[in-house]
Nanobody, 120 residues
């Protein structure tokens, strides 16, 4: 099993910054993509940003230029640097890791979610 531990959420004023972290542990042969999703009240979960094992990144249009995703492969950790935060960024942010186990099955793991609240 794989466990994801998220940290870094909180309350921030509009225009401020936060940094989210997500560390993966457990029985992992290798990690493919790592990403962040978010779900605002009354809305569906949406992709915020993803980073592949090779370092390629993709972002939702709404966060391009403000958010930066990165990963530390030695620590099995993914980060999300969020700048110029807006009230509409308020949501629960979930970490996602796509990985191979030792049976060479591709699986997904999800973090427990961390709340980000941006006040106007």
């Amino acid at each position: 099993q794989v466990q994801l531990v998220e940290s870094g959420g909180g309350l921030v004023q509009a225009g401020g910054s936060l940094r989210l972290s997500c560390a993966a542990s457990g029985i992992i042969f290798s990690i493919n993509a790592m990403g962040w999703y978010r779900q605002a009240p009354g809305k569906q979960r949406e992709l915020v940003a993803v980073i592949t094992s090779g370092g390629s990144t993709n972002y939702a249009d709404s966060v391009k230029g403000r958010f930066t995703i990165s990963r530390d492969n030695a620590k099995n950790t993914v980060y999300l640097e969020m700048n110029s935060l807006k009230p509409e960024d308020t949501a629960v942010y979930y970490c996602n890791v796509n990985y191979l186990n030792f049976g060479f099955h591709t699986l997904d793991a999800w973090g427990q979610g961390t709340l980000v609240t941006v006040s106007s």
